[in-house]
């Protein structure tokens, strides 16, 4: 089992940065791919990014591309969100969540039902 707690969510100014944090319990943390999604009032989740087990690979929407990234630190059992050039549309709930199978070897299926292992979300608003 993982459970998840995301923080560093906030307001901020259009263009402005915010690091999203995830930590994570559980002994399966280092062995599992990572994922960030949002979820804007009346939208679907819709997926951000996802980390590898090892870090090594990642991929992203291409709404976030380029300004977004997303990073593990497996020994702090923590990923990450750096968020920047923030735009009015990114508003939503952050959720990370964490893959349901281990040792997945590609992390370009955005799905959230790869995912078995849910935060409860943390509020970004982008104040245009």
């Known amino acids: 089992q993982v459970q998840l707690v995301e923080s560093g969510g906030g307001l901020v100014q259009a263009g402005g940065s915010l690091r999203l944090s995830c930590a994570a319990s559980g002994r399966t943390f280092s062995m599992r791919a990572l994922a960030w999604f949002r979820q804007a009032p009346g939208k679907e989740r819709e997926f951000g990014a996802a980390i590898g087990w090892s870090g090594s690979s990642t991929y992203y929407a291409d709404s976030v591309k380029g300004r977004f990234t997303i990073s593990r630190d497996n020994a702090k059992r923590t990923v990450y969100l750096q968020m920047n050039s923030l735009k009015p549309e990114d508003t939503a709930v952050y959720f990370c969540?964490?893959?349901?199978?281990?040792?997945?070897?590609?992390?370009?299926?955005?799905?959230?039902?790869?995912?078995?292992?849910w935060g409860q979300g943390t509020q970004v608003t982008v104040d245009s």
């Open positions: 969540a964490a893959d349901r199978v281990l040792y997945r070897t590609s992390v370009n299926n955005p799905a959230p039902r790869e995912y078995g292992f």
